[in-house]
């Protein structure tokens, strides 16, 4: 067993996990390798993390390469764009490696198996078991069954009424890592397949997430980020976001904490003061999607938001906190989006300034209430929108962020660069950041000087 398992058994609030391992096989994963391939969002990742921290208790160990593995996982994502086909293709990728090795078990995890469940067998045999976002834990149980006796298995069903309590089992923090806090969204946003997918809302407990922030901390964590889907609407008891931000910077010794991702309609005043009031520990960036910038479409998005609203939001929080910086999630193409509804997306993305969008083409997704309306856009007028709305954004963005070259920002170096000589890291703001300097910069917070600035990625020297 590896040191970094004995790590999460360090974690003593929280011991179900550890219980529930207890009296299964661990000899299964003897001289077994295993791979896992992620799509998606940092939950996913995150989730990622947790079953490959499963799997070495059960002696597996994880391979860079699917060709190495007995063992390999999808753990996949539906938010757009051709979901299903994308895992059969990947797993068509594999029908060579199963012919030659009977004992290869190919398991499919994430919001696709949630969503298709026993279709993704019936349809691709090679498949051998699939599993839900709520059945992570019980991931070693299907793999040891399957090892045993080729059996095809389904664990997809929601755990609607257990408690979130988890721990956060990542196997090498580094400098800079993900705590969930919640999962699930109760919010229904018409296009929008991550209800279906991943459940019910649900907030762990103030204390687990703190215990495991601490942990993460003595392990040579510096900057947390608190992921949900839905963040802000974070609650335990009387403790909401704002509540539990405070907590994180007064309570623990993290450095730095960012969170993602929040919802326009629960972004309140509380949580602008609480951001100015620990400014010194929570970073000055928010990712807050506005996903149109039409209220007419916006309402059957059912956002809870108008354009109006959402441009309060921003104006509120760039009072509360000067030198926020903002980044976007934009949908371009809803059904029944006109000319002028997108006309004031573009308007709506200079308005608020953003230096970094997300821009996806609708994709209709199954379950949702979009996906039946009747005034769907054509794939053309979809491409052709989404490039206008890059085209306009590139230009903007460029001119942007030069006002960044001679300003001195805060980097916490995260990394050695590929190129000999370089680290980078980010910037108080999300700015990835690339300087000279050794690796014994690696999780120090250094002043440096922006020499350029682009778009994407910022130059910079360290001042001394
Ligand atoms: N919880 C986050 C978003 C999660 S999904 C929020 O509410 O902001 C990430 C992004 O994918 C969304 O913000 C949206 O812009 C995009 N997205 C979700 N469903 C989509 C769909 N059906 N088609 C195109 N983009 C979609
Ligand atoms: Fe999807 Fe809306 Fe929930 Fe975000 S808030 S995950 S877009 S339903
Ligand atoms: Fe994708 Fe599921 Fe995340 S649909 S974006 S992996 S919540």
């Known amino acids: 067993m590896t040191q970094e398992v004995r790590q999460v058994d360090e974690v003593s609030q929280i011991p179900e996990i550890t219980k529930q391992i207890e009296g299964i096989n661990q000899d299964v994963g003897q001289g077994r390798g295993v791979y896992i391939s992620t799509y998606g969002c940092q939950m996913n990742v995150n989730d990622t993390e ?229 400014q010194d520990k929570i970073m000055e960036y928010i990712h807050l999607p506005f996903q149109s910038g039409s209220t007419r479409v916006l309402e059957r998005m059912n956002r809870i938001y108008t354009r109006e609203e959402y441009l309060e939001k921003i104006a509120m929080l760039r009072k509360s906190i000067p030198n926020v910086v903002f980044s976007t999630d934009i949908i371009v193409g809803f059904p029944g989006e006109t000319e002028e509804d997108f006309q004031d997306t573009m308007k709506m993305v200079q308005e608020g300034g953003f230096e970094t969008i997300f821009a996806f083409k609708y994709s209709p997704r199954p379950f949702t209430k979009a996906a039946k309306f009747e005034d769907q856009i054509s794939e053309e007028v979809k491409t052709e929108r989404l490039n206008r709305l890059f085209d306009m954004h590139d230009k903007m963005s460029f001119e942007l962020v030069k006002r960044y070259e001679g300003q001195i920002l805060k980097v916490l170096v995260e990394n050695t660069d590929r190129e000999e000589g370089k680290v980078h890291g980010r910037s108080t703001g999300n700015k990835l950041v690339h300087l000279k300097g050794t690796p014994d910069l690696i999780g120090k917070t250094v002043d440096v000087r922006i020499t350029r600035a682009f778009p994407a990625t910022f130059h910079g020297e360290l001042v001394q």
């Open 50 to 278: 947790r079953m490959y921290s499963l799997l070495e208790m059960q002696n597996f160990a994880p391979v860079d390469k699917p060709e190495d593995a007995s063992l390999i996982i999808i753990n996949s994502c539906s938010v757009r764009e051709k979901p299903v086909h994308k895992v059969y293709s990947e797993v068509g990728t594999f029908r060579k490696m199963k012919e030659k090795n009977p004992d290869l078990r190919i398991g499919v995890g994430g919001c696709v198996g949630q969503q298709e469940k026993e279709n993704l067998i019936k349809n691709q045999p090679m498949i051998d078991f699939v599993f839900g976002t709520d059945q992570i834990d019980s991931l070693p149980y299907l793999v040891a069954d399957s090892f045993m006796d080729r059996e095809k298995r389904i664990s997809a069903k929601f755990q609607h009424r257990a408690p979130y309590h988890i721990e956060t089992m990542v196997r090498n923090p580094g400098v800079a890592t993900f705590v969930n806090i919640t999962k699930g969204c109760d919010n229904f946003c018409t296009f929008c397949v991550v209800p279906y997918t991943r459940g019910r809302e649900k907030s762990r407990p103030l204390q687990h997430i703190l215990t495991d922030i601490r942990h993460l901390v003595k392990r040579g964590m510096k900057e947390v980020t608190l992921l949900g889907q839905n963040v802000n609407s974070y609650s335990d008891s009387d403790v909401d976001f704002a509540d539990l931000m405070a907590k994180v910077a007064t309570e623990t010794e993290v450095e730095r904490i960012r969170f993602t991702t929040s919802h326009p309609k629960d972004f309140n005043q509380k949580l602008a003061d609480t951001m100015a009031k620990h």
